[in-house]
């Protein structure tokens, strides 16, 4: 009999697969498990695996779990995927591998501001409002140049563009804008895909695809 798969695996080989349709490289896509409201229990057995790279939503949160985690593991690479105060931009900087919410000028020059104060420079994605909907934070798409000038006059290393679609309706459409976007600006790193739309994200050019529920199961 063979041995069922883990969740990890399975992702893993359906990015594989996606990959393989786009005639793209699977290394070319960086699988970040979001490990938001998730404790250290459930956060160990992927990292056992091999799993580097986490992705959590709220600063206080990560700092609480991850600086045990990391003594353990000390390769592993965190990414901030949810929306920043300006007031955490310090704690931010400190903790983080990247940044996917980079989305206004007055976080431009907190983590400017951090970035200088601590002498780490982390790489930032900006995140685009592609479904125009406030609530979930984001750029507004006609600000994004200005903005993208903004964190390049601040020696923001820029990773990319990040994005979240609106819910529950295709997300194809949204995700061709971001890759568009990018390649408009010059910039590499496309982090787009959840759960539910991982392999069409990186079908159309996603460089890092965000996933939980699929590998953690629902969050409480
Ligand atoms: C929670 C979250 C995810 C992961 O969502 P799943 O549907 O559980 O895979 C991805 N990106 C962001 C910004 C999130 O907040």
């Not at 995927?81 to 907190?110: C, M, T, Y």
């Not at 804008?177 to 991982?198: N, T, V």
């Amino acid at each position: 009999m063979e041995k069922a798969e883990t969740p990890l695996q399975q992702v893993q080989a359906n990015i594989a697969k996606a990959c393989t349709i786009a005639r793209r490289e699977p290394g070319e896509v960086t699988l970040v498990a979001v490990s938001k409201t998730h404790p250290a229990e459930a956060i160990r057995p992927l990292l056992v695996e091999g799993q580097r790279h986490f992705g959590e939503n709220r600063v206080q949160e990560a700092q609480g779990k991850w600086p045990a985690l990391r003594e353990e593991f000390p390769a592993v690479q965190l990414h901030l995927i949810g929306q920043l105060q300006s007031n955490k931009a310090e704690d931010a900087v400190a903790l983080f591998d990247a940044i996917h919410s980079l989305d206004r000028p007055s976080l431009v020059k907190a983590l400017a501001k951090a970035m200088d104060k601590t002498g780490r420079r982390v790489p930032c994605f900006v995140q685009v409002d592609v479904g125009e909907e406030e609530q979930k934070g984001g750029c507004p798409i006609a600000d994004l140049p200005a903005l993208l000038d903004q964190a390049r006059e601040a020696d923001i290393p820029l990773a990319g563009l990040m994005c979240i679609p609106p819910f529950a309706i295709e997300p194809a459409p949204f995700f061709a804008l971001l890759d568009k976007f990018a390649r408009d600006h010059g910039l590499e790193g496309r982090s787009m895909g959840m759960s539910g739309d991982y392999e069409t994200a990186i079908k159309l050019g996603a460089t890092h695809v965000r996933v939980g529920t699929a590998l953690f199961g629902e969050r409480g």
